[in-house]
C-alpha cells in the first residue's frame, strides 16, 4: 500500500509529503551514538518504504545528521524518486569541538561548536553550510531552530527580535529566489509559534512534543490561528520524548509525577481495547485538519520497521470514544475515523 500524502500550499508553490516523514535528530546520535551503516541503511529503508519527507538540523551531531542524510539522498534522483527535505537555520557550527558532547546530547558529535545567531547573514550562511554539509543544490523546506522561551530564557526576546527581522529577510528572500520553496519555525513551544503568525507569511511550522495524546492544547490556540494563516503543521516527537514508547523522558527530561500517571491511564485503556500505545500516539496527530505530517526517529532499522508497523495497527474507534469519556482526550479533540498514513 502506498503512503498518503497532504499538501503544503506554499506562498509560491505547493509541496506534497508523506503523512509518515522521517526525523534525522536520532540519525544524529541523540544521547548515544549512531553507526553510520545503521543511519544509511534506516534512509535508505525509509525511502524504500515510500518515506518522501526527511528532515534535518545542523545542530543534530553537529552536522552529522546532515552529512549522512545528503549522503544518502545523492544518490537518488530527484526528478524520477521525488523527496522533500528540510533543515534548519539559527545556530552556526564553528570550527572545534565541544568540551563535553554529551551535554548537549550528541555523545559522538561531528568537532564543532552550536553558536545562536538569527541574523540575515547568519541565516544566508547556515544555508549555504547545510548545503556544503548535505552535498545538495536543494533544501526545500528551512525552519528557524529553537526560537523560545524554552530554549533561551531570559535571551528569548533578544533572539526572537532578530529572528522576526533580520532573519525573517533572509528566508523571505531565498523563497522569493525560490531557492527554498517554504520555511517556517522548528520549535517545542506552541506559544512561540503562535506568535511569529504576527510576523509575516509563515509556510509550515514544526512542533515538537506540543500535540500528543499527552498534551493538546495547541487545537484550541495554535491551529485556529494557523489555519486563518493558511499555516500547515508538521508534528515531531509524537512520543513525547520517548515516554510514550515505554521511556521514562518527557520533554527531553524526567518525567513528573503528573505526566506518569496520566500515561499509566493510558496505558489501561490500551490494554483494554488491545491497542499498542505508540501506536495510538503515531496515529492521533494526523486526525487534526491542520497536520500534515508526523515525523518520528528511527535510530536503526529495527526502530524504523517497529514504527512502520504501528501506523498500520487498525484502532478502534471505541478506543479513542474511552480515552474521552476518562478525560484523557477532550470531547471535541478530533481522533482518526480510519488509516491516515496509508492508502487502500
Not at 545562536?116 to 550562511?125: L, N, P, Q
Request: hydrophobic share 40%; net charge negative; charged share 15%.
Amino acid at each position: 500500500m502506498p503512503l498518503t500524502k497532504r499538501v503544503i500550499p506554499c506562498a509560491l508553490t505547493k509541496l506534497s509529503i508523506t503523512t509518515l516523514g522521517l526525523g534525522g535528530a536520532a540519525l544524529g546520535g541523540l544521547y548515544s551514538g549512531v553507526k553510520r551503516d545503521d543511519a544509511v541503511q534506516t534512509i535508505q529503508n525509509a525511502l524504500a518504504a515510500q518515506i518522501n519527507y526527511v528532515d534535518t538540523a545542523p545542530y543534530y551531531g553537529f552536522g552529522y545528521s546532515e552529512r549522512v542524510i545528503g549522503d544518502v539522498l545523492r544518490d537518488r534522483s530527484s526528478a524520477t524518486q521525488p523527496y522533500v527535505l528540510s533543515t534548519k537555520v539559527g545556530r552556526l557550527l564553528k570550527a572545534g569541538a565541544v568540551e563535553n558532547p554529551a551535554a548537549y546530547g550528541w555523545p559522538n558529535g561531528l568537532p564543532f561548536t552550536p553558536v545562536f545567531d538569527y541574523s540575515y547573514d547568519a541565516v544566508m550562511r547556515s544555508f549555504e553550510d547545510s548545503l556544503q554539509r548535505l552535498g545538495l543544490a536543494q533544501i526545500d523546506i528551512l525552519y528557524m531552530h529553537d526560537i523560545g522561551a524554552f530554549t533561551h530564557g531570559a535571551e528569548h526576546d533578544k533572539h526572537f527580535t532578530a529572528a522576526m527581522t533580520s532573519g525573517y529577510k533572509a528566508l523571505d528572500e531565498l523563497r522569493r529566489a525560490r531557492l527554498i520553496k517554504a520555511f517556517g519555525i522548528g520549535v517545542n513551544e506552541w506559544e512561540v509559534c503562535k506568535a511569529v503568525l504576527d510576523y509575516g507569511q509563515w509556510d509550515v511550522l514544526l512542533l515538537a512534543g506540543r500535540y500528543t495524546l499527552l498534551e493538546q492544547q495547541a487545537a484550541d490556540t495554535l491551529f485556529p490561528a494557523c489555519k486563518a494563516a493558511n499555516t500547515s503543521i508538521v508534528v515531531g516527537g509524537p512520543f513525547n520524548s520517548g515516554i510514550l514508547v515505554g521511556g521514562d523522558t518527557w520533554n527531553y527530561g524526567k518525567a513528573p509525577a503528573d505526566i506518569i500517571n496520566k500515561v499509566e491511564q493510558l496505558k489501561v485503556i490500551c490494554q483494554q481495547y488491545q491497542v499498542s500505545l505508540p501506536a495510538a500516539a503515531l496515529q492521533f496527530p494526523l486526525a487534526h485538519e491542520r497536520v500534515v505530517s508526523v515525523i518520528p526517529g528511527a535510530r536503526n532499522s529495527q526502530e524504523l520497521a517497529q514504527i512502520l508497523e504501528w501506523t498500520q495497527q487498525t484502532i478502534p474507534n471505541e478506543f479513542w470514544q474511552a480515552l474521552k469519556q476518562q478525560g484523557l482526550l477532550a470531547e471535541h479533540i478530533p481522533t482518526p475515523h480510519e488509516n491516515l498514513y496509508w492508502q487502500a
